[in-house]
Structures are given as C-alpha cells and as structure tokens.
C-alpha cells in the first residue's frame, strides 16, 4: 500500500469514527422508526470500523524516503 500523509489519515479517522459514533446513537435512540433501527445502527459500526482500519494504516506506516536515484548529486566545485 503506498504512504498516505498523516493528515490525511487523521482527517479520515475522525470522519469515520464520528459518523459512527453518530449513528450508532440515532440508530439506538427512539426518534428513529422501528423498521430503520437495525439498519442505521449496523451502517454506524460499519463507520466505526473503518476508522479502526485507518487507526491502524496510520500507526503502522512508514515513512516514504525520497529515491536517491532521482536526486542531483552536488559537484564539489569548492
């Protein structure tokens, strides 16, 4: 898998575990209608479970390095 910026990662965490949290919530209070209840509930702890999968693309990637291929060497011209 190829290196994503932490911020960005970051950013998807929050979005997906407060969409989570936030469903789980409204599928479990009483303003929802019966037949909906199980459906909202299940798609807010699909949301909380892929933050959990970017929690753990973020604490377990590593740094890109720049190819060294691809950099100018400097001259030694002094």
């Known amino acids: 898998m190829r290196y994503i910026e932490p911020t960005r990662v ?5 979005m ?4 989570g949290i936030v469903g789980i919530l409204i599928g479990l209070s009483a303003i929802t209608p019966p037949n ?11 949301n909380v479970g892929l933050g959990a999968f970017f929690t753990f693309i973020f604490l377990t990637q590593i740094k890109s390095e720049p190819d060294k291929r691809k950099k100018k060497k400097k001259s030694k011209s002094d």
Request: no cysteine; aromatic share 16%; glycine share 4%.
């Open 36 to 46: 909906l209840k199980m459906m909202i509930t299940f798609m807010g702890l699909i």
């Open 16 to 19: 997906f575990f407060a969409t």
């Open 10 to 14: 970051k950013v998807l965490m929050m």
